[in-house]
């Protein structure tokens, strides 16, 4: 084989080494931006937080920051991440919330006491996404929420300072605190069945993407009401579909057609001064 036929193939090969390792990569292990997995499973143990169960449910690392309020120390808030957790059975959905507080603060008794507290919000109508502080008057939210001080309660919402408690709630909570100093976490598992009765509940039946957020406050910090960190809008895939993010397969694609196009002129480009020589 001459010189220039070696160096064709060799770079030939090299250029496809390349467009596989580009555009598998990200097919591999990437997901889309603000989607959180949710785990279908046939039978499920699920309602404690230690349950040996969601040991094999993946995690999502969510970021959390101070809520847009008006309230006094509204950007005063200290809960930066939550990790969640969701698995879905033929029955129920199950979320799983934890995050990093170094104090267990359960009593709000006290003129300046306020409690841990987490919530979970849906759009009531799952046809469209609701404005994300706790929906507007014509597209209503659902918060499941726990706090230290009260339990579990299940909330309607049509903005700020609308919030309604439902009065036969469908929704349970399991709370634990766990470890010492900044070791310490909250753990919260919300269920709730699938199919409920009554009005302006969320649909969890649903087989498309589910929008979803997150609100954590910390007691200690004088977190309560408005002061709060809060994450943007993230869904649940229920619709299924590729796990890739498709804008991201789309340019590492386009990278390696861009890589071979160049390999090619090259190679060619040698081809013909070596046949020039």
Same mark, same amino acid.
């Given at each position: 084989?001459?010189? /220039? +036929?070696?160096?064709?193939?060799?770079?030939?090969?090299?250029?496809?080494?390349?467009?596989?390792?580009?555009?598998?990569?990200?097919?591999?292990?990437?997901?889309?931006? &603000?989607? !959180?997995?949710?785990?279908?499973?046939?039978?499920? %143990? @699920?309602?404690?937080?230690?349950?040996?169960?969601?040991?094999?449910? *993946?995690?999502?690392?969510?970021?959390?920051?101070?809520?847009?309020?008006?309230? *006094?120390?509204?950007?005063?808030?200290? !809960?930066?991440?939550?990790?969640? #957790?969701?698995?879905?059975?033929?029955?129920?959905?199950?979320? $799983? @919330?934890?995050? &990093?507080?170094?104090? +267990?603060?359960?009593?709000?008794?006290?003129? $300046?006491?306020?409690?841990?507290?987490?919530?979970?919000?849906? *759009?009531? %109508?799952?046809?469209? $996404?609701?404005?994300?502080?706790?929906?507007?008057?014509?597209?209503?939210?659902?918060?499941?929420?726990?706090?230290?001080?009260?339990?579990?309660?299940?909330?309607?919402?049509?903005?700020?300072?609308?919030?309604?408690?439902?009065?036969?709630?469908?929704? #349970?909570?399991?709370?634990? /605190?766990?470890?010492?100093?900044?070791?310490?976490?909250?753990?919260?598992?919300?269920?709730?069945?699938?199919?409920?009765?009554?009005? %302006?509940?969320?649909?969890?039946?649903?087989?498309?993407?589910?929008?979803?957020?997150?609100?954590?406050?910390?007691?200690?910090?004088?977190?309560?009401?408005?002061?709060?960190?809060?994450?943007?809008?993230?869904?649940?895939?229920?619709?299924?579909? *590729?796990?890739?993010?498709?804008?991201?397969?789309?340019?590492?694609? !386009?990278?390696?057609?861009?890589?071979?196009?160049?390999?090619?002129?090259?190679?060619?480009?040698?081809?013909?001064?070596?046949?020039?020589?």
């Amino acid at each position: 084989m001459t010189d /220039h +036929r070696r160096t064709l193939a060799l770079t030939a090969v090299l250029a496809g080494l390349i467009v596989i390792s580009t555009v598998a990569a990200p097919l591999a292990s990437a997901r889309p931006a &603000h989607e !959180i997995p949710v785990r279908e499973v046939s039978d499920a %143990n @699920l309602d404690e937080p230690d349950a040996d169960g969601w040991e094999a449910v *993946p995690a999502s690392d969510v970021p959390l920051a101070s809520a847009p309020s008006s309230v *006094p120390n509204a950007d005063d808030t200290s !809960i930066e991440t939550v990790d969640v #957790q969701a698995a879905r059975t033929d029955e129920r959905l199950y979320v $799983r @919330l934890e995050w &990093h507080d170094a104090t +267990r603060d359960m009593d709000a008794s006290a003129t $300046r006491e306020f409690a841990d507290a987490v919530a979970v919000q849906f *759009p009531a %109508n799952t046809s469209s $996404r609701p404005p994300i502080a706790m929906g507007g008057p014509d597209n209503r939210v659902n918060v499941w929420y726990w706090s230290g001080a009260t339990g579990t309660q299940e909330l309607l919402a049509g903005g700020a300072g609308s919030t309604t408690a439902f009065e036969n709630p469908t929704v #349970q909570a399991n709370a634990s /605190h766990a470890g010492t100093g900044g070791n310490a976490t909250w753990t919260v598992v919300y269920s709730r069945p699938l199919d409920v009765s009554g009005e %302006n509940r969320t649909d969890l039946r649903t087989d498309g993407d589910l929008d979803v957020a997150f609100a954590v406050w910390n007691g200690s910090n004088g977190e309560r009401s408005g002061q709060k960190a809060v994450s943007e809008w993230h869904y649940y895939p229920f619709s299924g579909g *590729p796990q890739g993010p498709p804008y991201e397969t789309l340019l590492w694609t !386009i990278a390696g057609i861009a890589i071979v196009a160049v390999v090619g002129v090259t190679s060619f480009g040698i081809y013909r001064t070596r046949g020039v020589e």
